[in-house]
């Protein structure tokens, strides 16, 4: 063999960066059906959550009636 350990690959930068990046397109496809059009900015700023914090404002977004929750989110959540 080569010598190679046995590697988890959920475990790998790679992999973490990659499920996160598809939880925020999910995310990101939630927030337009729900509160209309995203901002870049609004977009880079759901991108920037890590991934716990994508699942709770997933979570969340069920209850948003507008684009003013989703920022009343954010800066509550990125402290802002």
Known sequence: MLGLNSVDFTET?????????GEAGLVLGQLAVQCGGLSGEQKDRVRSLSSEQL??????????TGMGDLER???ENLGE
């Open 55 to 64: 699942s709770l404002l997933g979570a969340a977004l069920l209850r948003f």
């Open 13 to 21: 930068m790679y992999y973490k960066q990659a499920s996160r990046s």
């Open 73 to 75: 989110w954010l800066g």
